[in-house]
């Protein structure tokens, strides 16, 4: 349902909400973190800079940070920004041809979960969702979790 723009775009920018102590973050540390694409995110990523939710920097300590207003940016903004307006309005089950006066057969209980979903994305915020637990996305994660790296706990 979300795009793999939108996909990289949160990701990256809830991977460094979380760090605060690091301010820049490098294309590639940032894709070997979150198993990504490093060509694909670096594209993402210049369009995040583009239209202000990213700032980036050139040279050896440079690469992406947050913005300065990223934090209190919705989800519902990077949903927007990146697919578009519209990219929720789209037929569940793919019709062409589906509006009030032409319903799918889901089309009334897909619109009562698209309005709370966007009402969701709305209200949610970047800060917002870095209290949330940070499932284990990145690489070093699911390598721990496999038992092929061994991570002292605590």
């Known amino acids: ?21 690091q301010e ?3 294309v590639g540390e940032l894709a070997l973190q979150m198993d990504m694409s490093r060509t694909y995110l670096g594209k993402v990523l210049q369009k995040l800079v ?4 990213l700032r980036s920097m050139t040279g050896p300590t440079g690469g992406f940070a947050l913005g300065p207003d990223t934090l ?4 519902l903004d990077f949903v927007y920004a990146l697919d578009g307006e ?25 619109l009562r979960c698209k309005t709370e979903l966007v009402a969701k994305l709305k209200s949610t915020t ?9 499932p284990l996305y990145m690489k070093s994660a699911r390598k721990r979790q496999s038992g092929r790296i061994s991570v002292p706990s605590g």
């Open 126 to 134: 970047v800060a917002d969702a870095r209290k949330q637990a940070w």
């Open 86 to 110: 519209d990219a929720l309005d789209p037929c569940l089950i793919g019709l062409s041809e589906c509006d009030d006066k032409n319903p799918c057969p889901v089309h009334a209980n897909w």
């Open 24 to 26: 820049f973050f490098n």
């Open 50 to 53: 583009h239209i202000g939710y």
């Open 1 to 21: 349902m979300i795009s793999r723009a939108l996909d990289y775009a949160l990701r990256s920018c809830l991977f460094m909400a979380n760090r605060p102590d």
């Open 72 to 75: 209190g940016r919705s989800l």
